[in-house]
C-alpha cells in the first residue's frame, strides 16, 4: 500500500538538495509497495514557510518536476524536517490534488501523510465544512490535515498565553480518528518538529548518530503531556506542568546534551537500512515526537499493558540484498535467489543426519500446539496458497482436523473459534489487515495464535503467542515468489517437528526430510531451465486465457501459478483441481484453450493421466509439467517442462519455480513491468 518517509535531521549540516535526494531516494525504496502518485514536502526558507511538491505516476516523475523548480537548492539547514509519500488510490483517482502530503489550508500550517484507511472521513468531513473548510481533494486523508488546523485555532481563542504541544494536539486529532492509519505531523506552528503516530498500519524509526547509543531502549512517556493536553481528556486543555520531562537517555552525550542526529521514519525497514541499522517498531497508538534531536514516545491511551519501552532493535539485512544487481527485475532476482533462500529457512532448524527438526519460536508452546483440537490457518493471496499446499501435510502429519481460510471472509462468515484451537496466521510482511483483523478475533476467543511471516518487528511477530520467521530476505517485488516457497518450507517444518513424537510416522518424515535435503540442488536445475521456459513463453505471450490444472498436492501450485500469471501479465489464469474437470470446467477445452498440466508421477499419476486423456479428447493440447524421467508413451506428442521428481509433498515447490519463470517471462514478452503490476500493492495494509 501507501509508502511513507521522512527525515529529520539536528546539528548536522544538510543543505535542501542533500534533503531532497534523500526522500526522494527513500521513496524509491518503498516503490515495490504499489503506488500511483508521490509527493513531498521539505522546510521552506523561512520558519513559516514550506515547499510541498506532487506528481501524479512514478517517483522519477516526481524528481523531474522538482528539478524544474526554481528554489535555493544549496540552503543550509542545522536543523531541518522533512516528509515524502507514495500514494495508493482508494479513496479519490489517481491525481495531483489526491496526492500526499495533504494540507490545512492555502498556507500549510499543517501537513499530513497518511498509510491506511479513516473510516470515518466522511463524518469528520461533513463536521468540517460546517465550518467553513474547503476541501480539495476527494481523500480521507484530508480530514485530518484540516481537523488538525481546527482543533489548534479553538485552542489559540481559548488558550491565552498557555501553549498546547504538538504531541497534544496529535493525540487530540487521533482520538477523533476511527480506522487504520500511520500518520506524519508537519506544521508551520512547530517548525524542526515532528510527530508521528501509528494504529494498524506499519512505522519505524531509524536513527543514525556518530556516536554509540548510550542505550538501546526509549522511554514511554505515559504522563500527563507536559506542554499542553492531557491525554487522557478528549477537550483541549491550557494546562502547563512546570517541569518539562528529561530527555531521551537513548540519545544524550556524556555531557548530558542531545549529540548531532538523524532520524528516518519509514513504512518499512527496507528505506532505512541505507541510513541506518538502529530502528525501532512502533507499537498500535504510539505517538512518537521529535524535536531539537530528542525523541519520545507517547501512549494516546495508558490502560494498556504494553512495554513502558520501545527497544532499539539492530537490522539483519545488508544493502545489498535490496539492490537489483545485474538482474533486469527485482522479481528475476528473487526468483533466482531461491536456492539460498529455502536454504536459510533450513538452516539451524533441521538435522539431516539424524532428522530432528527444531523450531526455537514455537519450543514453549509445542506441548499447547500438540493438545490442540483443531487448526486453523488464516492468510490472503499467495500466504493462503502455502496454507493450501501444506493443509495435506498437517492432516497425515498431526491427525487433526485441519481449516485453511482466507482473512478477507474469516470475520464475514464469523467462524466459531474455541480455545483449544491452534490459529496459524501466515503474511509476508506481517502487516496484512485482513490477516491481523482475524488474529485479533481469534486471540479475544482464547486461541493459541502462531505467526509466520518473514518481517521480524511485524505486528503478526509482535501479537501472536509464538511462531516461525520465514528468513527468505527482502522481497520488493509485488509478486512474491521466493517467500512463498519460503512460507512452504516454514509450514512443512512445523508439521514435521509436530509429529516427532509419532512412531508411526518416521519413515514419512525420513522421505520428507531427504526431500528437502536435495531441494536446493532441484530448484538450480528448474532454474537452468530459464531459456527453454522463456521460450514456452514467448510463444504463449499473445494468449487472453490460461487454465492450469493438477491434482492433490500440486492444486495448490496450480492456484498459486494462475494467481503470479494474472498479477504480472494481465492474462485471465485460472487453477482448476483435475478431479473437478468432468464437474463444469470441460466445457471450456477446445483446441484454442491454453492449458498447464501438472503431471508428476505420485499416487495422483493415474488420475492425471485421465484428466490429459479428457482434455486431448477435446483437441486441447496442454503444456506439461512432468518429472525428468517420465517416458509415458501417451503424453509424447505434447509441450514439456520437465522438472526433477521429489517427495509428493514438496513437488509443489519444485513445480512452482517453473510456473513462476513462465509467468515472470510472459509479463516481459507483453511489455509489462512485473516488479509494479497495475493496481496492485505489496503490503495490503487496509482491509
Known amino acids: 500500500?501507501?509508502?511513507?518517509?521522512?527525515?529529520?535531521?539536528?546539528?548536522?549540516?544538510?543543505?535542501?538538495?542533500?534533503?531532497?535526494?534523500?526522500?526522494?531516494?527513500g521513496l524509491k525504496m518503498l516503490e515495490y509497495r504499489g503506488y500511483d502518485s508521490a509527493g513531498l514536502c521539505v522546510n521552506g526558507d523561512t520558519d513559516k514557510d514550506i515547499l510541498v511538491f506532487k506528481e501524479v505516476g512514478p517517483v522519477k516523475a516526481l524528481k523531474e518536476k522538482i528539478e524544474k523548480q526554481v528554489f535555493d537548492r544549496k540552503h543550509v539547514f542545522n536543523s531541518h524536517s522533512g516528509m515524502a509519500h507514495t500514494r495508493w488510490a482508494t479513496h479519490g483517482v489517481p491525481a495531483e490534488r489526491n496526492s500526499h502530503p495533504h494540507r490545512s489550508d492555502p498556507k500549510n500550517e499543517f501537513l499530513v501523510v497518511h498509510n491506511g484507511i479513516i473510516t470515518n472521513?466522511?463524518?469528520?468531513?461533513?463536521?468540517?465544512?460546517?465550518?467553513?473548510?474547503?476541501?480539495?481533494?476527494?481523500?480521507?486523508?484530508?480530514?485530518?490535515?484540516?481537523?488538525?488546523?481546527?482543533?489548534?485555532?479553538?485552542?489559540?481563542?481559548?488558550?491565552?498565553?498557555k501553549a498546547l504541544s504538538f504531541t497534544g494536539l496529535v493525540k487530540m486529532v487521533c482520538k477523533q480518528l476511527e480506522g487504520a492509519f500511520a500518520l506524519i505531523f508537519k506544521s508551520v506552528h512547530y517548525p524542526n518538529e515532528m510527530v508521528a503516530a501509528r494504529r494498524g498500519s506499519p512505522l519505524l524509526i531509524g536513527v543514525r548518530t556518530a556516536k554509540k547509543l548510550k542505550v538501546d531502549f526509549v522511554d514511554v512517556d505515559n504522563e500527563t503531556d507536559v506542554l499542553g493536553a492531557d491525554s487522557s481528556d478528549d477537550t483541549l486543555s491550557t494546562e502547563k506542568a512546570s517541569v518539562r520531562r528529561a530527555k531521551s537517555r537513548s540519545f544524550m552525550g556524556d555531557s548530558g546534551d542531545v549529540e548531532p542526529i538523524e532520524y528516518i521514519l519509514a513504512s518499512d525497514a527496507s528505506a532505512i537500512i541505507e541510513h541506518t541499522k538502529k530502528v525501532m517498531y512502533l507499537e498500535d497508538d504510539d505517538v512518537a515526537h521529535i524535536a531539537d534531536g530528542d525523541l519520545h514516545i507517547h501512549r494516546l491511551r495508558r490502560d494498556d499493558t504494553l512495554s513502558s519501552m520501545r527497544m532499539v532493535q539492530t537490522l539483519e539485512q545488508e544493502l545489498a540484498q535490496i539492490k537489483m544487481g545485474n538482474y533486469a527485475h527485482f522479481m528475476q532476482k528473487e526468483i533466482f535467489e531461491q536456492p539460498e533462500s529455502v536454504i536459510n529457512t533450513m538452516r539451524g532448524r533441521i538435522n539431516f543426519e539424524d532428522g530432528r527438526v527444531?523450531?526455537?519460536?514455537?519450543?514453549?508452546?509445542?506441548?499447547?500446539?500438540?493438545?490442540?483440537?483443531?487448526?486453523?490457518?488464516?492468510?490472503c493471496?499467495?500466504?493462503?496458497?502455502?496454507?493450501?499446499?501444506?493443509?495435506?501435510?498437517?492432516?497425515?502429519?498431526t491427525e487433526l482436523p485441519i481449516n485453511v481460510e482466507l482473512s478477507s471472509s474469516f470475520l464475514d462468515e464469523k467462524l466459531p473459534v474455541f480455545r483449544d484451537d491452534v490459529c496459524i496466521f501466515v503474511s509476508q510482511s506481517g502487516e496484512t489487515k485482513d490477516t491481523l483483523l482475524a488474529l485479533q478475533h481469534c486471540k479475544e476467543r482464547g486461541a493459541l495464535c502462531v505467526g509466520v511471516t518473514n518481517t521480524v518487528g511485524s505486528t503478526i511477530s509482535r501479537d501472536t503467542h509464538c511462531g516461525v520467521h520465514i528468513n527468505a530476505g527482502p522481497e520488493l517485488s509485488v509478486a512474491s515468489t521466493k517467500a512463498y516457497t519460503s512460507q512452504f518450507i516454514a509450514l512443512t517444518l512445523i508439521a514435521l517437528q509436530l509429529s516427532d513424537d509419532n512412531y508411526a510416522k518416521v519413515q514419512r518424515r525420513k522421505e520428507i526430510i531427504q526431500g528437502l535435503k536435495e531441494l536446493s540442488g532441484n530448484i538450480k536445475r528448474v532454474l537452468a531451465k530459464d531459456a527453454e521456459i522463456k521460450d514456452i513463453a514467448y510463444r504463449h505471450k499473445d494468449i487472453t486465457n490460461l487454465i492450469l490444472l493438477g491434482r492433490g498436492y500440486h492444486s495448490a501450485a496450480c492456484l498459486e501459478g494462475a494467481l503470479k500469471i494474472?498479477?504480472?501479465?494481465?492474462?485471465?489464469a485460472e487453477g482448476i483441481l483435475a478431479g473437478e474437470l468432468k464437474h463444469g470446467p470441460l466445457a471450456l477445452i477446445d483446441k484454442d484453450m491454453p492449458i498447464i498440466l501438472m503431471m508428476n508421477k505420485d499416487k495422483h499419476y493415474v488420475d492425471v493421466e485421465n484428466a490429459y486423456a479428457q482434455v486431448t479428447a477435446r483437441f486441447g493440447n496442454p503444456i506439461l509439467i512432468c518429472n525428468e524421467d517420465?517416458?509415458?508413451?501417451k503424453i509424447k506428442g505434447s509441450l514439456k517442462i520437465r522438472v526433477p521428481g521429489t517427495v509428493d509433498a514438496i513437488q509443489g515447490i519444485v513445480n512452482i519455480i517453473a510456473l513462476q519463470l513462465f509467468s515472470y517471462h510472459i509479463a516481459v514478452a507483453r511489455g509489462f513491468n512485473p516488479d509494479t503490476p497495475r493496481n496492485l500493492a505489496k503490503s495490503v495494509t487496509t482491509a
Open 1 to 25: 500500500m501507501c509508502g511513507i518517509f521522512a527525515y529529520i535531521n539536528f546539528l548536522v549540516d544538510r543543505d535542501r538538495e542533500f534533503v531532497l535526494n534523500t526522500l526522494i531516494n
Open 121 to 161: 472521513s466522511k463524518e469528520l468531513r461533513e463536521l468540517l465544512e460546517k465550518f467553513g473548510y474547503v476541501f480539495e481533494s476527494d481523500t480521507d486523508t484530508e480530514c485530518v490535515a484540516k481537523l488538525a488546523k481546527y482543533l489548534y485555532d479553538q485552542q489559540q481563542k481559548v488558550g491565552g498565553k
Open 358 to 379: 527444531l523450531l526455537g519460536g514455537l519450543k514453549n508452546q509445542l506441548a499447547n500446539i500438540r493438545r490442540s483440537r483443531r487448526i486453523i490457518f488464516s492468510a
Open 381 to 397: 493471496g499467495t500466504s493462503f496458497h502455502s496454507c493450501v499446499a501444506t493443509k495435506a501435510l498437517f492432516a497425515e502429519l
Open 566 to 572: 494474472k498479477e504480472v501479465s494481465y492474462i485471465h
Open 630 to 633: 517420465d517416458t509415458n508413451e
